[in-house]
């Protein structure tokens, strides 16, 4: 017979809760927290399975509830469109596009696995847990794990994986979000090298999630590993070993008879890479692929609504950031004053916006990095809508009563285009003229980065008036709030510089109680919009297609494909 | 002597290919370094610092002064050595190498399909002049010639690929395809080129066709009694395939390097499809040598087309060709 929940809960408070544990419960047991938000913050403090299910014992709710196991058909071989091809070498410590994350995630493994939700699942590593203040985390390794080539999986390994991507020296892709986080020297192994523990540069609550494919170029490497060989397949943990791979071309994937996760439903995986998204959806339309790694509704209208193809998507934050420069020598006069912004920002029909260019799959922005995807963003802050008698009053209250002209720069990439015409539509209502210069992403992040008169060098996302940049899924807000909203952030576009929001920032970023959290990000997003540096407008879902037959996947926000060692073909 | 103006001949055409062949490095030299962005920047995005940027642009060599760095990579060039890829860190060596196959390929089933077909059309256009037929061939290549390839692409892959499901809609084979099968992924993008071709070499063959139809020597031939078909066969054809045959020559490098198009639309690693995203890149030691490779196929179709033309025509061959 079951014990009761409460005495349950009592008892692991009491005995082994630590004060971050109890706190979370405590949220929770009040209503401060909703059970979603829970259950995502439990699995980041690694909180346990039985702690989990007293304290929803308790609240009521039942247990949650084990994926039903169910008969899946074993084998084939999964055919996949990749698109775009990999840009960049084969090489986890500098994968920096989705064609090398996509390829590398499908058989390589990460210590914590971020799911569709948001939540974190154990993956190499089986639990975890931070000290008291956040600065250091311990997470004790799965046992038994052995790379394809037969070697085992130990602390070594990890080590050995965190150093190449936290040492600049390598020059990996992943240091900026590392930076000001963990250091190389500061990993050790512990507990007869059964645990690995991180001592960070300071308290990072988020720091489970840098440890999950989120962190695509964390993926855990053999300590012997030498850079170069991973495209010859079998120095990773995975339920599929990388077979062959040609640039441009495509790979292959055969199961993994030793994975730790038993055996993988397909037999394989064979990966093509596409360059073109009329010629990927042809490509499953006709039968050819099974499952597309990333589509858009802008690029591929006939996958939607039809009867031969499901849409797999997972809430994420990619997104675009529309942004006034507002204090350099490139800014322009209506731009530095904050009302003629928000006037800006109060054009846009956000709901339409997200009907017409992603059918639904995305949620509204508020022009603040603090998406409502994320548990430590406050829900509480009001959301802006469209309101054209407001935006005209401010613009007359700043002098422009008549509008003004500007030049709106930005890159041919997705939708963006599509998106900086609705804006011109939307911003000519209230008389500004919105001229477009639409110009290749190579051109757009072109030019210098420092010198010149600003010291912002020449590049044009950084030193144009009016912009739109693109920017991808991130499964904790920090890196693009300190990077692009923090006073001196080095992907400002805005320039913007607000000592009470730098103050917000830094204590969410050291709190590690979800209402500490939420608290500062309130704050934070408040000063945002009254400042309104940056718009932005949606935040919207990771979409793949994939045919009818194609079961069990399940998207990740970044675009990695971790999840195919569970899914089958009907 | 008529040895030795053959050799002469030859060896004038040889010496023209190779002065073309060092405009070509220059201007692909020239044109890829000009090309606006910075290696650096591009390889390691948006995103990465300025020092970091510096330091890849340094390591890769593109900061030395332009001369030591065509010097440096036509030197190697001659010797087989295509050098590094700076995207995917390979031999270019062994990313244009199945490029170039995959192109061939290609090119070669096209080939099967468009001259034979082209040339019947054009002759029975020609031989039957002003006829109901005729107009039917003529109209209907020049329509398929003005219609841009990546429209005839996409309205074969809608008709023969989606609706009909009777051919795949890309153009590579699975691993290990024998070559029936290759050929059948190959029909697609086949058909897209010679519904382009099509009109072009017909028209050629047409016109010539009826330019040797009214010819004194046709006349002539009939009036020495000869059969009507013995005077096209033996008369009529063979002359009119002189212009043909430098039409189809000078497409034969179209075919393998000029196919970025079709080869886009049916997801097809073709030479063309490689450059382009070298260029897309900065990729500069892919696009330069691969530029290079499409320059020698054009150099080499062109030289065998004015050998062939010479076997045909001796008047070229023994003093014309000045």
């Not at chain 1, 009302?339 to 846009?348: C, I, K, Y």
């Not at chain 1, 000519?428 to 420092?450: M, R």
């Not at chain 2, 890149?281 to 499409?294: A, F, H, R, T």
């Amino acid at each position: 017979m079951e014990r009761d929940p409460l005495k349950r809960l009592d008892e692991y408070r009491l005995t082994q809760g630590t004060e971050l544990e109890n706190t979370l419960i405590d949220e929770f047991l009040t209503g401060e927290a909703s059970r979603a938000d829970f259950l995502r913050h439990a699995s980041v403090i690694g909180l346990s399975a039985t702690a989990i299910g007293a304290a929803l014992g308790t609240a009521g709710y039942a247990s949650p509830a084990r994926a039903a196991t169910r008969a899946v058909k074993a084998g084939g071989r999964l055919r996949l469109g990749i698109i775009p091809a990999p840009a960049r070498p084969m090489e986890p410590h500098l994968f920096a596009d989705h064609g090398t994350l996509a390829t590398g995630s499908i058989c390589g493994e990460y210590l914590t696995a971020t799911n569709a939700d948001n939540t974190l699942s154990p993956s190499l590593a089986i639990s975890w847990k931070p000290n008291k203040d956040g600065t250091q985390w311990a997470f004790n390794l799965r046992q038994g794990v052995k790379f394809q080539d037969g070697s085992p999986l130990t602390a070594a390994d990890v080590i050995a994986t965190f150093k190449r991507n936290t040492d600049p020296a390598i020059g990996g892709s992943a240091l900026s979000a590392f930076k000001g986080v963990l250091k190389p020297g500061n990993i050790q192994a512990a507990n007869g090298g059964k645990t690995v523990v991180f001592y960070l540069d300071a308290p990072t609550a988020a720091f489970p999630y840098l440890c999950s494919n989120t962190t695509y170029q964390a993926l855990i490497l053999p300590s012997t590993y030498k850079i170069g060989e991973f495209a010859k397949g079998g120095t990773t943990t995975g339920g599929f070993k990388l077979t062959s791979y040609t640039p441009g071309v495509g790979a292959k994937f055969d199961r993994n008879p030793g994975w730790w996760g038993g055996k993988t439903p397909l037999d394989g995986v064979d990966a093509t890479y596409y360059t073109d998204s009329a010629a990927v959806t042809a490509a499953l339309l006709s039968g050819q692929i099974d499952l597309i790694s990333q589509v858009s509704f802008a690029d591929s209208r006939a996958l939607f609504g039809n009867s031969k193809v499901q849409i797999i998507s997972a809430k994420g934050t990619p997104h675009r950031e529309i942004s006034m420069l507002i204090s350099t020598a490139a800014a322009i006069k209506p731009f530095t004053d904050r009302r003629v912004r928000q006037a800006l920002a109060l054009t846009l029909d956000r709901p339409a916006i997200i009907k017409q260019l992603f059918s639904g799959l995305a949620v509204p922005g508020n022009d603040s990095p603090f998406a409502s995807v994320y548990p430590s963003s406050d829900p509480t802050v009001p959301q802006r809508k469209q309101d054209l008698v407001q935006a005209k009053a401010l613009l007359a209250k700043a002098g422009y009563a008549k509008g003004f002209q500007v030049t709106l720069t930005t890159e041919k990439y997705i939708e963006i285009p599509q998106l900086a015409q609705i804006l011109a539509a939307s911003a000519k209502k209230v008389g500004i003229d919105i001229k477009l210069n639409i110009i290749t992403s190579d051109a757009y992040y072109g030019g210098t980065y420092d010198g010149g008169a600003t010291g912002r060098g020449t590049t044009p996302w950084l030193n144009t008036p009016l912009n739109i940049t693109d920017y991808g899924h991130r499964a904790v807000p920090n890196v693009v709030a300190s990077s692009a909203f923090k006073s001196k952030g080095v992907w400002s576009s805005s320039n913007y510089a607000n000592p009470a929001f730098d103050k917000a920032y830094d204590a969410y970023s050291a709190a590690l109680t979800l209402k500490q959290q939420r608290k500062y990000t309130g704050i934070a997003s408040r000063i945002l919009l009254a400042d309104t540096p940056v718009i932005i407008p949606y935040f919207y879902n990771w979409t793949m297609a994939a045919s009818k037959k194609v079961t069990g996947y399940k998207a990740s926000a970044i675009g990695t494909m971790t999840g195919l060692s569970k899914t089958s073909l009907a | 002597m008529r040895e030795a103006r053959i050799y002469r001949f030859l060896l004038k055409r040889f010496v023209y290919a190779l002065i073309t062949l060092f405009i070509l490095s220059v201007l692909v030299f020239g044109a890829s370094t000009f090309l606006p962005g910075d290696v650096g920047r591009n390889v390691l995005g948006g995103f990465a610092s300025q020092q970091d940027v510096d330091i890849f642009n340094h390591a890769a060599g593109t900061d030395r002064p332009l001369v030591t760095q065509y010097v440096d990579w036509v030197t190697h060039f001659v010797q087989g050595d295509l050098g590094t890829s700076f995207q995917y860190k390979v031999a270019v060596s062994s990313l244009l190498g199945p490029s170039f196959t995959n192109s061939l390929k290609l090119a070669a089933v096209a080939f099967i399909i468009l001259v034979p077909l082209s040339i019947l059309g054009g002759a029975i256009a020609g031989l039957r002049r002003n006829s109901l037929t005729d107009r039917v061939i003529t109209v209907t290549g020049v329509s398929f010639t003005a219609i841009p390839e990546f429209v005839t692409a996409i309205a074969f892959i809608l008709l023969f690929g989606l609706w009909l499901g009777w051919l795949p809609v890309t153009a590579a084979a699975p691993e290990g395809a024998n070559i029936l099968t290759q050929v059948k992924y190959l029909l697609l993008p086949a058909f897209a080129l010679v519904a382009v071709e099509f009109g072009y070499i017909a028209r050629i063959t047409r016109s010539s066709i009826v330019e040797n139809v009214d010819a004194d020597y046709t006349r002539t031939a009939y009036l020495k009694g000869l059969k009507k078909k013995d005077v096209i066969g033996r008369h009529v054809l063979r002359n009119s395939l002189l212009p043909t045959i430098a039409v189809v020559a000078t497409q034969v490098g179209y075919l393998i390097g000029g196919l970025l198009v079709i080869e886009k639309i049916f997801n097809y690693n073709g030479i063309g499809l490689r450059i382009f995203t070298a260029a897309e890149n900065k990729d500069y030691p892919v696009l330069q040598s691969g530029v290079m490779l499409v320059g020698i196929v054009y150099l080499v179709a062109t030289l065998t087309a004015d050998i062939l033309y010479s076997v045909f025509n001796p008047r070229i061959r023994f003093g014309g060709d000045e």
